[in-house]
T-cell receptor, first 116, second 108 residues
């Protein structure tokens, strides 16, 4: 069984379009994340939700809007796509924080977005 | 500011031992992780340190010194399949900061 799944795996689209990426986890985790990994391989946090509540919102253009309909799902909608949005987007989940200790994050397979 | 430094690339020989260092400066500390990422794949968990000292797990060990803001990942008996990027990540508060990763090339 896939623990963290994302769709689509590949996304090729034109500048100016609007697209969505979906993420689901079946691990029963409370916290979900979106990361962007650019061509230099930096993995950078974009958003994090804990029990459907937004807890991290990094300096990301407001063209990016996350949505968590329930704690097993975290989707990412991107408006007016730009060339610089081309990257691999990873969804991840974790149990959260217990007793001051961080918990391991489990990553989805990634969505490779190419904006032409 | 928050910063994680690790070497960009390393090369080692099959069967050898390699140590990948990581230094960090972050606000808040809830633990340090090492993840492995093969090309075109997702990062996968290798190790976690929250207290000073060495954590051993099979061929992989990770060390942490919180006072020095320093960690290393030790890989023993290198295999060709260990060729990958190794990401050092520090969690403080709700946020995890990742280093740029160290690309390890294992040669025969």
């Amino acid at each position: 069984d896939t623990a963290v799944s994302q769709t689509p795996k590949y996304l090729v689209t034109q500048m100016g379009n609007d697209k969505s990426i979906k993420c689901e986890q079946n691990l029963g985790h409370d916290t979900m994340y979106w990361y962007k990994q650019d061509s230099k391989k930096f993995l950078k946090i974009m958003f994090s939700y804990n029990n459907k509540e937004l807890i991290i919102n990094e300096t990301v253009p407001n063209r990016f809007s996350p949505k968590s309909p329930d704690k097993a799902h975290l989707n990412l909608h991107i408006n007016s796509l730009e060339l610089g949005d081309s990257a691999v987007y990873f969804c991840a989940s974790s149990q959260g924080f217990r007793g001051g200790k961080a918990d391991t994050q489990y990553f989805g397979p990634g969505t490779r977005l190419t904006v032409l | 500011g928050q910063n994680i430094d690790q070497p960009t690339e390393m090369t080692a020989t099959e069967g050898a031992i390699v140590q990948i260092n990581c230094t960090y400066q972050t606000s808040g500390f809830n633990g340090l992780f090492w993840y492995q990422q093969h090309a075109g794949e997702a990062p996968t968990f290798l190790s976690y340190n929250v207290l000073d000292g060495l954590e051993e797990k099979g061929r992989f060990s990770s060390f942490l010194s919180r006072s020095k803001g320093y960690s290393y990942l030790l890989l023993k008996e290198l295999q060709m399949k260990d060729s990958a990027s190794y990401l050092c990540a520090v969690t403080g508060g709700f946020k995890t900061i990742f280093g740029a990763g160290t690309r390890l090339f294992v040669k025969a």
